[in-house]
């Protein structure tokens, strides 16, 4: 009965900002991680990032400073707030739930950077 929602995903120009969401239900077990991996054509998929279970963020080096992941207070919600997007921002985002070594995945939202 898991389900995840992604909403956010757009066309936004070079420098711009989105804010992705994605809502996850039906969940009943304690997760490890949860957070954003993203995917581009000819590349592969990669961690954006994420929360651990304990609060702590990690961030690819290509996003520090320019992306923001956090959940509500209800931890049922997790946001990516992407500003000064550059055009290697456009890929396929991916929302990730992580219990052990399982991985849950959402449907995927595709943001695109273009002028």
């Known amino acids: 009965q898991l389900q995840f929602v992604e909403s956010g995903g757009g066309l936004v120009q070079p420098g711009g900002s989105l804010r992705l969401s994605c809502a996850a239900s039906?969940?009943?077990?304690?997760?490890?991680?949860i957070g954003w991996f993203r995917q581009a054509p000819g590349k592969q998929r990669e961690l954006v990032a994420r929360?651990?279970?304990?609060?702590?963020?990690n961030y690819a080096d290509s996003v520090k400073g320019r992306f923001t992941v956090s959940r509500d207070n209800g931890e049922n919600t997790v946001y990516l707030q992407m500003n000064s997007l550059k055009p290697e921002d456009t890929a396929v985002y991916y929302c990730?739930?992580?219990?052990?070594?399982?991985?849950?995945w959402g449907p995927g939202t595709q943001v695109t950077v273009s002028s």
């Open positions: 039906g969940f009943t077990l304690e997760y490890d991680a």
């Open positions: 990730n739930l992580q219990v052990l070594a399982r991985f849950y």
């Open positions: 929360i651990m279970s304990g609060g702590n963020t």
